[in-house]
């Protein structure tokens, strides 16, 4: 099993920035993809970014130029660098991992996610 924690979020202006982290522990073999899904008040679940073990990455696309998805300086962890964050930031957002090469946009495909962490973004 691999075990997913994520840490960084908070209250943030618009404007403003903040930064995720996603720390993996447990069964961690090569292959393992993360990604980055947040879920706003009243809406589905979407996938933000995502990178794959060879570090190709994704970015949706309305959040590209502002979000940047990349691997940490400790081992085993995943960011998500959010800039001009807006009102429509304000959302839970998880990390996400699964074995394979690709970053499906459907949550249903991933395996292990963490519990999430807040971010509120104020006017």
């Known amino acids: 099993h691999v075990y997913l924690v994520e840490s960084g979020g908070g209250l943030v202006q618009a404007g403003g920035s903040l930064k995720l982290s996603c720390r993996a522990s447990?069964?961690?073999?090569?292959?393992?993809?993360t990604a980055w899904f947040r879920r706003a008040p009243g809406k589905e679940r979407e996938l933000v970014a995502g990178?794959?073990?060879?570090?190709?990455?994704y970015h949706e696309d309305s959040m590209k130029g502002r979000f940047t998805i990349s691997r940490g300086a400790a081992k085993n962890t995943v960011n998500l660098q959010m800039n001009s964050l807006n009102l429509d930031g304000t959302a839970v957002y998880y990390c996400a991992a699964r074995y394979g090469r690709r970053l499906p946009g459907s949550p249903d495909e991933y395996d292990y996610w963490g519990q999430g962490t807040q971010v509120t973004v104020s006017s």
């Open positions: 990178i794959t073990s060879d570090d190709n990455t």
């Open positions: 447990g069964d961690i073999f090569s292959g393992l993809a």
